[in-house]
């Protein structure tokens, strides 16, 4: 079981930049590959980016250029730099962890959620 501790999330305009943060539980940390999902109202639930634990990283096209995600394994920690945001990246962001097989990243446990609202 892992558990997460998810800050970072809030308002910011659009052109901005916030910075996700998720803490685990656990001493397997090293282990998973991490990931961040989003889900915005009447949208399907997306992959935003993981990387494993070797630092291999993988974004989604819409956030490809804009956001970083990064890892550090001795503080447990995953976080997920946004820049240039636009309003299309509102959305609930789900820290999760899994392991990726053949090159898909497949999550098996999942934060809470944090709300991260783009407007003026």
């Known amino acids: 079981q892992v558990q997460f501790v ?17 803490v685990t539980s656990g001493s397997t ?11 915005a109202p009447g949208k399907e639930r997306e992959l935003v980016a993981f990387i494993r634990s070797r630092g291999t990283t993988g974004y989604a096209d819409s956030v490809k250029g804009r956001f970083s995600i990064s890892r550090d394994n001795a503080k447990n920690t995953v976080l997920l730099q946004m820049n240039n ?24 446990y999942w934060g809470q959620g944090t709300q991260v609202t783009v407007a003026s």
């Open 85 to 108: 945001m636009t309003v299309e990246d509102t959305a609930v962001y789900y820290c999760n962890a899994g392991r990726t097989y053949a090159g898909t990243y497949q999550p098996n």
């Open 6 to 22: 998810e800050s970072g999330g809030g308002l910011v305009q659009p052109g901005g930049s916030l910075t996700l943060s998720c």
């Open 29 to 39: 940390f090293t282990l998973y590959t991490m990931g961040w999902y989003r889900q």
